[in-house]
């Protein structure tokens, strides 16, 4: 399910840890399609940015599913609060799994600071050894996309694949996922880079900040 939101206030940045080891850092291309009815698919948005992300060790996210995050976003004026959306996002509790969560900041185009987006990727998958190159696997989770106009766009990701390889606090990775399908679309592609860490047992976390 892909869920578009809309609101009235803008977003500040939210910032989640990334380690790189020297040389060129690795970036992931964002592309988002619309399919209007009676109409051809046609790409809205393409852009490539670095992905600061982090793998969280016995975490699960609080939110699964996009209605989830808009349910938790909620305001008593039945309008939505972005900082609420994107606390929702990266909110975890202890689990059996690993999550993949990362942050990627747009370009403004044109000189306008209106056009900027933030991307927030958030993936919760099964357990698996973090110490060990391999993949994750069962993945669910979402992505949105979030401008200081709005709408801000929720997309549900499935086939996610996330190929990893451990340096003992930091990974390299790639990855690919889609959104299901629907009148818009995101897709994701890429290598990145993360730091490894792993959530307390009984504790929960709000990974970033707000403003």
Not at 26 to 34: D, H, I, L, S, T
Not at 38 to 43: D, I, L, P
Not at 110 to 131: M, Q, V
Not at 132 to 147: E, F, H, K
Request: hydrophobic residues 45%; aromatic residues 4%; proline residues 4%.
């Amino acid at each position: 399910m892909t869920v578009r939101w809309m609101g009235m206030a803008a977003l500040a940045a939210m910032g989640l840890s990334g380690c790189v080891a020297g040389g060129a850092r690795p970036a992931v291309q964002m592309r988002f399609f619309e399919s209007p009815a009676g109409g051809a698919t046609h790409e809205r948005v393409h852009e490539a940015g670095i992905l600061n992300a982090t793998l969280m060790g016995a975490a699960n996210l609080r939110y699964l599913r996009p209605a989830e995050l808009l349910k938790a976003a909620e305001t008593g004026a039945g309008q939505g609060d972005p900082q609420k959306l994107m606390r929702a996002a990266r909110t975890l509790v202890p689990g059996e799994g690993v999550v993949l969560l990362g942050t990627v900041r747009g370009e403004a185009t044109g000189g306008s600071t209106a056009t900027r987006a933030i991307y927030s990727l958030a993936l919760a998958c099964a357990r698996t050894d973090l110490d060990s190159p391999g993949d994750l696997r069962d993945c669910q989770g979402y992505v949105l996309r979030v401008t200081r106009t709005w709408p801000a766009e929720v997309y549900a990701l499935q086939g996610a694949t996330v190929s990893l390889i451990s340096e003992g606090g930091t990974a390299h990775g790639r990855i690919r996922a889609h959104s299901e399908p629907g009148a818009f679309k995101a897709e994701l592609e890429g290598e990145f880079a993360a730091s490894v860490l792993e959530l307390g047992a009984g504790a929960s976390l709000a990974t970033g900040s707000g403003r």
